[in-house]
């Protein structure tokens, strides 16, 4: 992940995925959801660091990289400012964090050889 990775907003996921990657024959797919991520918000690295959902090789420490620039950045402010200026970085890092929390993992996943499932164009459509 680059400086890039964490403000890419533009490319930020918007609709749901399926990433699959074939390993000894099986298929592991995993979703992507295109929308808010609430848990994420709620929770921040904690809800990567525990959930199931979310265990790939890369990860944990991918998303550990923004909730600990978001501690230097409190502290630094509480340094400067004082202890008011600390809330608005709070509630602004958790929305940051929530919005870009499942682009994260997809950029993750995909840097873990998973591609994007592409539905076949002769399969029934589920209804």
Known sequence: ???????????????DHVLVKVTNGQAD???VRGSINWLALIFTFFYALFSQKYRTPGFIQKAAVPFVALIGVNMIAEMLVGSGLQV??????AVWYGLMFDTWF???????????ETPQ???????
């Open 1 to 15: 992940m680059d400086f890039s990775d964490w403000f890419n907003f533009s490319q930020r996921v918007k609709q």
């Open 29 to 31: 797919r995993k979703t």
């Open 88 to 93: 608005v970085i709070n509630l602004a890092g």
């Open 106 to 116: 997809e950029n993750q996943l995909l840097a873990n050889g998973y591609q994007i």
């Open 121 to 127: 164009p002769n399969s029934p459509v589920a209804h």
